[in-house]
């Protein structure tokens, strides 16, 4: 069974700086791409980074710049380093990997940055 483990979350001042980690356990195998959702409260969830399997990376606008996805296939964990940290980036922040067969999602991780 594949389980998926986000941490990181926090509480942060604007401008400041917050590394995710996703942890995957289990046997995932041909993962396509791998990628960082966000619910914000009364907002419905959004993408805001992903990785394929070949490296390459995407980011939404509103945090291009600011955030920065990677990955280390060795621990099987993928992270996200937010720096500038905005109020507006407030949200629950959830990892998922995408597979030729499945999609695996995490629990979330909350993230809040205070004015």
């Known amino acids: 069974q594949v389980q998926l483990v986000e941490s990181g979350g926090g509480l942060v001042q604007a401008g400041g700086s917050l590394r995710l980690s996703c942890a995957a356990s289990g046997s995932i195998f041909s993962i396509d791409y791998t990628g960082w959702y966000r619910r914000a409260p009364g907002k419905q969830r959004e993408l805001v980074a992903t990785?394929?399997?070949?490296?390459?990376?995407n980011y939404a606008d509103s945090v291009k710049g600011r955030f920065t996805i990677s990955r280390d296939n060795a621990k099987n964990t993928v992270y996200l380093q937010m720096s500038s940290l905005k109020p507006e980036d407030t949200a629950v922040y959830y990892c998922k990997v995408v597979t030729i067969a499945n999609a695996y999602w995490g629990q979330g991780t909350q993230v809040t940055v205070s004015s």
């Open positions: 990785v394929t399997s070949g490296g390459s990376t």
